[in-house]
């Protein structure tokens, strides 16, 4: 007969913990192979030491060079192109013909302004003829009553002397004195009359002088318009952007070329907006050019920022002026301040995408990578100053993390080895 076995309890519980603890370790072991953050690839990275070293405070530039000084060619007439002795990079002196235009209605007034200059001094040589002949017929009216007057006053003397002997009534001695008076007043009406007539004339004799005058300027400004047909050179140098030919038309204000000086020659170049707290007139560089390096200094900046980057003109020392074409590159660095120890990092770019306030800092076991604050400092075209977040040594990846958005920690697919100290791909 079988007996009933007492229960074990002992021996379920120790499968029940056997099976909890395969559990455990499975979820221990998933845990630690499955990745931890954003997975990428190592190979893709570009990863650099945090080094100590000696930071130099300047900017590189690449400069391009043009003329220091530059003179616009813009059509100041209309007309078409008759002739062009000269090409585009020809060398001019001043007063040089550039072309010749041809411009029919210029002509046409310069006939017309000719005639009418040419009457008008015929009217004003009649209008001093006819001054002259009136002139001299009052000289004679005048001296006609002069005459009279002196005979009147002989007269009336005459018959005073009569009069006072008895001789002459007192009612003839009054009529003397009468003719007389008569002939006083005439001959003071006679000279004012002169004296108007004389003002009048003088007056039309001024205005038709200024009109004429008037006409003389016209006439030359259209024979100045007319020698504009024939453009010349206003300054000597290289005659740049020069594209005319024979049969085309031109209108005023079209742009026609410049003239760009020879001798001297300034940079422009584009620097990033990092610099423009930093960047003042006056400061000191140097430029690159074949095997020599010329003095220059910062002469003009505009703070204008455009796709990130401002514009800046920088001159060269007047003792050395090199020899360039328009348009040549030229390596240029600019000096913001001394050197001075630091600790640096690549300046890449982790530097812009992380605003220089976090960047992703390697794992010890290379393995990830972790967000850390940090604070950069001054940066020029290679090295960016580490002010504070970050201690000699350490690892730091320094290419984009545009496709990183805000994760916190990277996972690689590969660990990176210790011993390498920047890797790219």
């Known amino acids: ?18 099976l909890t603890a395969a559990v455990a370790a499975l979820a221990l072991g998933a845990w630690l192979l499955a990745p ?3 997975m990428v690839a190592s190979a893709q990275l570009r990863i650099a030491s945090v080094e100590r070293g000696m930071f130099r405070d300047d900017v590189s530039l690449r400069a391009i060079a043009s003329p220091l000084q ?4 813009d059509a100041v007439e209309s007309g078409r192109v008759e002739e062009v002795p000269v090409q585009d990079g020809a060398v001019v002196a001043q007063g040089d013909a550039l072309f010749r235009l041809s411009n029919p209605q210029r002509r046409l007034e310069v006939l017309q302004r000719e005639s009418e200059h040419a009457q008008q001094i015929s009217n004003l040589a009649n209008l001093r003829v006819n001054m002259e002949a009136g002139r001299a017929a009052r000289q004679r009216r005048l001296a006609d009553m002069e005459f009279a007057m002196a005979q009147a006053e002989k007269q009336h003397a005459r018959t005073s002397a009569l009069s006072a002997q008895g001789f002459i009534s007192a009612a003839g001695l009054e009529e003397s004195g009468d003719r007389l008076q008569q002939q006083r ?14 003002a009048t004339q003088a007056e039309a004799l001024h205005q038709m002088e200024a009109a004429t005058a008037r006409l003389e300027a016209g006439l030359k400004l259209v024979h100045a318009a007319v020698d504009a047909l024939v453009v010349r050179a206003p300054a000597p140098g ?6 005319l030919k024979v049969g085309e038309t031109v209108v005023p204000g079209q742009h026609i070329g410049r003239i760009d000086e020879q001798a001297r020659f300034k940079l422009d170049a584009q620097v990033d907006e990092f610099y423009l707290a930093r960047l003042v007139p006056g400061l000191r560089g140097t430029a690159h050019i ?10 003009r900046i505009y703070p204008q920022v455009k796709d990130g980057r401002f514009a800046v003109e920088l001159s060269f020392d007047a ?3 090199p020899r360039l074409s328009p348009g040549q590159a030229v390596e240029s660095t600019i000096t913001l301040g001394g050197a001075q120890a630091a600790l640096l990092l690549p300046n890449d770019a982790f530097a812009t995408d992380g605003a220089g306030a976090w960047a992703y800092v390697v ?3 290379g393995r990830g990578a972790s967000r850390r604050a940090l604070r950069l400092g001054r940066r020029n075209n290679a090295q960016v100053e580490v002010a504070a977040g970050l201690a000699a040594g350490e690892r730091v990846i320094v290419s984009s993390y545009a496709r990183y958005g805000a994760m916190q920690h990277l996972q690689f697919d590969a660990p990176i080895p210790i011993s390498t100290p920047l890797q790219s791909p």
Do not use: K, W
């Open 1 to 18: 007969m079988d007996l009933p076995m007492p229960p074990r309890h002992g021996r379920r519980l120790r499968i029940t913990l056997a």
């Open 36 to 38: 931890h953050g954003l």
């Open 70 to 73: 530059s003179v616009m060619l």
């Open 185 to 198: 007043r005439l001959l003071a009406n006679e000279r004012s009359n002169n004296d108007i007539e004389a």
């Open 238 to 243: 290289c005659l740049t952007d020069f594209r």
């Open 290 to 299: 074949g095997n020599g390096t010329y003095g220059l200094a910062v002469s």
């Open 319 to 321: 003792d050395a002026v």
């Open 363 to 365: 794992d010890a076991d």
